[in-house]
């Protein structure tokens, strides 16, 4: 599977983005999608997940009822709708894929796509 990010960009706090992933290779629906994110000087993050279907979705706590991920298997792609951004969410945001996992206790991914930087100005 090969994942490319769009989206990212710059934007003044309390406004909103929303990322796209575009998977290429077969069974899509096979993967579990999700979100992380690398903030200048800091380790990389889990940011969100979605299960194969889509029923089930998971998120870290400091995005909890801004972010929004969802999933759409007849286009092979995964968007991450941001809202409400803060400074703090400026980093380079990372679409992957894998087959298992709670990646909110231990990332198993498979792949990862390049980096989409988001830059959120006070």
């Known amino acids: 599977v090969q994942l490319q990010a769009f989206g990212g960009g710059l934007v003044q706090a309390g406004g909103s983005l929303r990322l796209s992933c575009a998977a290429s290779?077969?069974?899509?629906?096979?993967?579990?999608m999700g979100w992380f994110r690398q903030a200048p000087g800091k380790e990389r993050e889990f940011v969100a997940q979605?299960?194969?279907?889509?029923?089930?979705?998971y998120y870290t706590d400091s995005v909890k009822g801004r972010f929004t991920i969802s999933r759409d298997n007849a286009k092979n792609t995964c968007d991450l709708q941001m809202n409400s951004l803060k400074p703090e969410d400026t980093a380079v945001y990372y679409c992957?894929?894998?087959?298992?996992?709670?990646?909110?206790?231990?990332?198993?991914?498979?792949?990862w796509g390049q980096g989409t930087l988001v830059t959120v100005s006070s």
């Open positions: 290779g077969r069974a899509f629906s096979s993967y579990l």
């Open positions: 992957v894929a894998g087959v298992r996992g709670d990646w909110r206790r231990a990332p198993e991914i498979d792949y």
């Open positions: 979605i299960n194969w279907s889509g029923s089930s979705t």
